[in-house]
């Protein structure tokens, strides 16, 4: 796509070792892929095709015998037009050959069950209280996901990925984006130089970044184990509620409280755009694979707030 600047590609000297994390990591290969960046300054890998191997992460984490949650909301029309293509999608891709819960919160539990979903994995369902706009509802999820780890996750899962409903699983979405703490980079940012980057820029906002960040990450997806997820969704709700008390609203809502956590306490472990791409951007050399793609949008639709 017109307008996108060469991505830094990360030099590694040789003799290079990541930051000491989960032993498969040590596994990497990141110097496969000469062509895009493949760790972070703070030598976190990003991970991309082609430096990792997907059966030797499975076998290394069949061994610890982990369950993985995820937590998708769909509100409004969102459940009518994407949840139950998001779900199939990944009952095939995501953590494929892995015991997985879906945490699926809705505002219309008889809708829900009406749609009979029957997948190959356990699905809990929460029914949610309706809000008057959508920026609500996405900033509402940080407070529900955190709730739901202390009541449900914590002790039934290992790792806890958190994702937007408009989206389906196209590829292999497996163990090697685990990791304590995990963030996206955004499709539409990651060649862009940081002055593009739209963190928040009112002082009076708990979002509030002074100096540009590391990356610009996209909260349709983040992760890691339930510990760290719990950390990141507390700290994003109680940002957005200290707005709320001021009568302020961060510029991307919840994703631009995402960024100045992630700006603050760094990730282990950051997914390259193959993992939530957008096919509008175009065709791109260094995206050989879509793992995760996001759906046409119809906003006309979907924000309707009935």
């Known amino acids: ?30 110097w496969t892929r000469t062509d895009v960046q493949t760790c972070t300054q703070w030598k976190a890998p990003i991970i991309w095709d082609g430096i990792f191997n997907p059966i030797y992460y499975d076998e290394m984490y069949k061994k610890q015998n982990i369950v993985i949650g995820l937590t998708v909301f769909a509100v409004g029309k969102y459940l009518d037009l994407f949840l ?13 050959g892995f015991s997985v819960i879906y945490y699926v919160f809705v505002d219309d539990l008889p809708k829900l069950e009406e749609m009979k979903l029957g997948g190959r994995r356990k699905i809990k369902s929460f029914e949610i209280e309706k809000h008057k706009r959508w920026q609500d509802i996405s900033m509402f999820r940080m407070k529900a996901i955190s709730k739901l780890i202390e009541n449900h996750i914590k002790h039934e899962a290992n790792y806890v990925f958190c ?38 820029s009112n002082p009076h906002s708990a979002a509030y970044m002074s100096t540009k960040g590391d990356f610009y990450y996209h909260a349709a997806v983040f992760g890691g184990t339930w510990q760290s997820v719990k950390n ?47 096919q509008k951007i175009g065709w791109r050399r260094d995206i050989h694979v879509f793992r995760l793609l996001w759906a046409k949008k119809q906003y006309s639709l979907s924000r309707q707030i009935d």
């Open 232 to 278: 990141l969704t507390e700290s994003c709700s109680q940002g957005i509620m200290q707005d709320k008390q001021k009568n302020v609203e961060a510029v991307w809502h919840d994703e631009s409280h995402l960024n100045k956590y992630f700006w603050l306490h760094k990730p282990t472990k950051v997914l390259s755009p193959e993992y939530c791409w957008d």
């Open 163 to 200: 994702f937007d409903v408009d989206q389906r699983f196209e590829g292999r979405f497996g163990t090697e984006a685990l990791s304590e703490s995990v963030a996206l980079l955004h499709a539409w940012y990651y060649r862009r130089p940081k002055y593009w980057y739209t963190y928040d």
């Open 84 to 96: 139950e293509g998001f779900l199939v999608s990944a009952d095939e891709h995501f953590m494929p």
């Open 1 to 30: 796509m017109e307008g996108f600047l060469p991505m830094d590609v990360c030099h590694l000297p040789k003799g290079f070792q990541l930051k000491p994390g989960n032993h498969v990591d040590n596994s990497l290969d990141l």
